[in-house]
């Protein structure tokens, strides 16, 4: 089964707006991380957010924020004021609790265009 | 240097070349990663090392072959290899091999061509 599920291949956000990607994920394992990077064309894989899955408040990172939904699985990106730096693939992955050999899976990511 | 350094940054090799990967990281990391990433398929994990052991083989053939003779240094050696094996290979690292809360910091990749 796919732990890392990002149903949106490709989105276009206008400069200046915000703009949802995204994930949900499956686990058994109570403990968990979320994690979002950023892959610009340079191929670079940039992190960006993260959050824990005990944590009880929504990560935010200056113009990312996490709104994670425990209950629901699921774990999206929002990005305000959109710039065009931020076009970019952007990829939702998860490290489970049990020692799995430190895995961090991938979804299969998120193309985003601003538009200016 | 800082970050995660990986050399080089495109590679053309045909089928019967030997070639090797490098991957260099200078920020006191205990596991180091190699992840294949193809042309719409999701980033795959290849291999895992920590504290220079490898922990994680996922089902790699063998004609990709891993090293890391230290903490900070970690190869892919490649050889025989088939044109579906072009791809962008990312390196990573990570500070602990255990925590669930450890990010992973990439290198630029090496874009791979097998002709």
């Known amino acids: 089964a796919q732990k890392i599920t990002q149903t949106q291949p490709g989105m276009f956000v206008q400069e200046k707006e915000a703009v949802t990607l995204d994930c949900t994920y499956d686990?058994?394992?109570?403990?968990?991380?979320l994690f979002w990077y950023k892959q610009p064309s340079s191929g670079e894989m940039i992190f960006l957010i993260y959050q824990g899955s005990y944590d009880q408040q929504n990560a935010t990172e200056g113009r990312y924020s996490l709104n994670f939904q425990k209950a629901r699985k699921s774990a999206n990106l929002v990005i305000s004021a959109s710039q065009l730096g931020d076009s970019a693939m952007y990829f939702c992955a998860m490290r489970e609790g049990d020692w799995s050999g430190n895995k961090l899976v991938f979804g299969a990511g998120t193309i985003l265009r601003v538009k200016s | 240097e800082t970050g995660v350094t990986q050399t080089p940054r495109h590679l053309v090799m045909g089928m019967t070349n030997k070639k090797s990967l490098k991957c260099e990281q200078h920020?006191?990391?205990?596991?180091m990663y190699w992840y294949k990433q193809s042309a719409k398929k999701p980033l795959e994990l290849m291999f895992v090392?920590?504290?220079?052991?490898?922990?994680e083989n996922n089902s790699v053939p063998s004609r990709f072959s891993p090293e890391c003779p230290n903490s900070s240094h970690l190869f892919l050696h490649l050889h025989t290899l088939q044109p579906e094996d072009s791809a962008l290979y990312l390196c990573a690292s990570s500070l602990s091999p255990v925590e669930v809360n450890t990010e992973a910091f990439f290198g630029q990749g090496t874009r791979l061509t097998v002709v």
């Open positions: 090392y920590s504290l220079e052991e490898r922990v």
């Open positions: 686990t058994s394992d109570p403990s968990y991380g």
């Open positions: 920020l006191g990391h205990n596991a």
